[in-house]
């Protein structure tokens, strides 16, 4: 099984500021073969269900604003919010579907 | 956009049994591979099951023998049958709809319905 990892476990940003959120994967899930790396991004605030950001590492969900962006190959990715809004306070989780899908712990993002 | 609705949670024994439940609306339900993932309190997220649209299915480690996944296509509906339940089956339980093929991210997401496992 691909076990994966995220630091930092939490984090907090100034308004504006950059937040980076790093993710591991504990094998490569880059398929050579349509040269695509299998991971994920979500968001999830509190008391809802988590929402997909980004998918095939750095392919962004219609409608999700482009200050998220998704970079990094083989077993190591980040997820950027360029300028952190109030309304990014959340819990950003990373997931693998190389194999059996797998998820990383989750990083807390909070306005310092 | 789809649309899922879980039903079917509650408090339940150890060694008790549940089955959960998942209307789907807003998308072709039979061409979709749809999943479960679950979430202890306080907890991170774990898939749990996927089941293909040729009624294929795939579970985590821990619950295989015990939950069994199962699609009616002329619903629209979704289930999860859980049996010899123990504690750390406590968790939300999402349904979701898996973007593609299986193994894959997940577009949509219910809202989850709660399963605790307790005496």
Redesign the interface.
């Known amino acids: 099984?691909i076990v994966m990892t995220q630091s930092p476990d939490s984090l907090a940003v100034s308004l504006g500021e950059r937040a980076t959120i790093n993710c591991k994967s504990s094998q490569s899930i880059f398929y050579s073969s349509n040269n695509m790396n299998?991971l994920?991004w979500?968001q999830?605030k509190a008391g809802q269900?988590?929402?997909?950001l980004i998918?095939w590492a750095s392919v962004r969900?219609s409608g999700v604003p482009d200050r998220f962006s998704g970079s990094g190959s083989g077993t190591d990715f980040t997820l950027t919010i360029s300028s952190l809004q109030a309304e990014d306070v959340a819990l950003y989780?990373c997931?693998q579907?190389?194999?059996?899908?797998?998820?990383?712990?989750?990083t807390q993002v909070d306005i310092e | 956009e789809a649309h899922l609705v879980e039903s079917g949670g509650g408090l339940v024994q150890p060694g008790g049994s549940l089955r959960l439940s998942c209307g789907a609306s807003g998308f072709t339900f039979s061409n979709s591979v749809v999943?479960w993932v679950r979430q202890a309190p306080g907890k991170?997220?774990?898939?749990v099951s996927?089941i293909t649209t040729s009624s294929y299915t795939?579970y985590?480690?821990s619950v295989q023998g015990r939950f069994t996944m199962s699609r009616d296509n002329s619903k629209s509906t979704l289930y999860l049958q859980m049996n010899s339940l123990r504690a750390d089956d406590t968790a939300v339980y999402?349904c979701v709809k898996n973007?593609g093929d299986y193994?894959?991210?997940?577009?949509s997401?219910?809202?989850?319905t709660l399963v605790t496992v307790s005496s």
């Open positions: 099984d299998y994920a979500y999830q269900p988590p929402k997909l998918q969900e989780y997931q579907y190389y194999s059996s899908p797998s998820f990383g712990p989750g | 999943s991170g997220l774990e898939w996927s795939y985590t480690e999402f973007v193994p894959n991210c997940f577009d997401w219910g809202q989850g």
